[in-house]
């Protein structure tokens, strides 16, 4: 969170909880950066650094490539169910609840983060119908009747996460 807050416009990071086809469960980061190949490498060189990846495939790739990087997760003629919610930040409450929730989850669940950043952040509330205050979308995705995705409203106008 404290990196992807600082991340210039032309870099998007989504993170997800995702489950390998062999059953274990992986925190994924995916990171685009749409500017020059140098720049995007100093940028994003901090997650290079970051733990002990079991995998490492960030590369410049084509645009389309990126677009369809997840196809394979979604088999057609499957039907599957959406959840989103907005939330100001991603506290260690919220991640203790997707973590534990999503351990128990079908293997065919996903859990998305994305970072709702950039220009869309600098829109006052009133020039759109979208929650420009919010700085995170967290997205499930699950076969019908699977888990669920819950958000409830404090006085205060923040947001808790929770999953059922």
Known sequence: MRF???????????AALVTAPSGE??????????????EGQQI????????????????????????????????????????????REITDQAIDTMLATY?????????????????????????TPSPTEMHFTIASRYRSGTIRLTTKRTSDGRATCGMQ
Do not use: H
């Not at 992807?4 to 989504?14: C, N, Q, R, T, Y």
């Not at 992986?26 to 020059?36: E, K, L, Q």
């Not at 859990?111 to 509330?125: E, F, K, T």
């Open 44 to 87: 994003i060189q901090p997650l290079r650094e970051y733990g002990t990846p079991v995998e490492r495939r960030i590369a410049p790739v084509p645009y389309l490539q990126i677009q369809s990087a997840g196809d394979s997760l979604f088999p057609r003629g499957r039907r599957y169910y959406w959840k989103a919610q907005f939330m």
């Open 103 to 127: 351990m128990t989850a079908p293997s065919e669940s996903l859990l998305v983060l994305q970072q709702v950043g950039g220009a869309i952040s600098r829109v006052p509330m009133d020039g």
């Open 25 to 38: 469960r992986f925190f994924s980061i995916s990171a685009c950066y749409i500017g020059p190949l140098d």
């Open 4 to 14: 992807s807050s600082g991340a210039p416009d032309e870099l998007s990071l989504d």
